[in-house]
T-cell receptor, first 112, second 113 residues
Framework: QKEVEQNSGPLSVPEGAIASLNCTYS??????FFWYRQYSGKSPELIMF????GDKEDGRFTAQLNKASQYVSLLIRDSQPSDSATYLC????????????FGTGTRLKVLA | DTEVTQTPKHLVMGMTNKKSLKCEQH?????MYWYKQKAKKPPELMFV???????INESVPSRFSPECPNSSLLNLHLHALQPEDSALYLC????????????FGPGTRLTVL
């Protein structure tokens, strides 16, 4: 059974701090990794995707991928109350099942 | 433009009704998806269309019937639903199927009475 695991949280961080969200996956064949943000009652919104080992930065967000250890993380610098949401990790195996495997999501609370 | 649109935004229906959810994208994407999401749970894949052909049906009950009239449109026909089918129904699309980034529409909030 291919799995993607996330700590459900809530993860509480003070405003201005760095929030670190983690995701582990079981399928070594996984090739593409995605982070989505979902506000309550809204649809998932793509934040970043990463395919290669290492870091990928986009504004206040950095995705980190370590295929050997089978984890992907999302760092949010200078966290704002508006970042409070559920963050979903999704993993997709190349040439496999044409579908994402979603983690259960981590709820982030940024405290003003 | 990464917009996927869905109508209606909200839908309330009785167990004997027939209704349809609609999804549209104009990004030239060739894969489209239906997901169901319950509160505090991740999206759960229902169907995948790739190049207008149904490629995945995740053992969804027959009271849900998908249709892909063309590469830009995706419908989900609903009939004889149960109250437990109440959920947020999400449409997504991607350039092609396997590893591509999926973009989600705003969803339809469905309530079955």
């Amino acid at each position: 059974q291919k799995e993607v695991e996330q700590n459900s949280g809530p993860l509480s961080v003070p405003e201005g701090a760095i929030a670190s969200l983690n995701c582990t996956y079981s399928d070594r064949g996984s090739q593409s990794f995605f982070w989505y943000r979902q506000y309550s009652g809204k649809s998932p919104e793509l934040i970043m995707f990463i395919y290669s080992n290492g870091d990928k930065e986009d504004g206040r967000f950095t995705a980190q991928l370590n295929k050997a250890s089978q984890y992907v993380s999302l760092l949010i610098r200078d966290s704002q109350p508006s970042d409070s949401a559920t963050y979903l990790c999704a993993v997709n195996a190349l040439g496999g099942t044409y579908k994402y495997i979603f983690g259960t999501g981590t709820r982030l609370k940024v405290l003003a | 433009d990464t917009e996927v649109t869905q109508t209606p935004k909200h839908l309330v229906m009785g167990m004997t009704n027939k209704k349809s959810l609609k999804c549209e994208q104009h990004m030239g994407h060739r894969a489209m998806y239906w997901y169901k999401q319950k509160a505090k749970k991740p999206p759960e894949l229902m169907f995948v269309y790739s190049y207008e052909k149904l490629s995945i049906n995740e053992s969804v009950p027959s009271r849900f019937s998908p249709e892909c009239p063309n590469s830009s449109l995706l419908n989900l026909h609903l009939h004889a639903l149960q109250p437990e089918d109440s959920a947020l129904y999400l449409c997504a699309s991607s350039q092609d199927a396997p590893a591509d980034t999926q973009y989600f529409g705003p969803g339809t909030r469905l309530t079955v009475l």
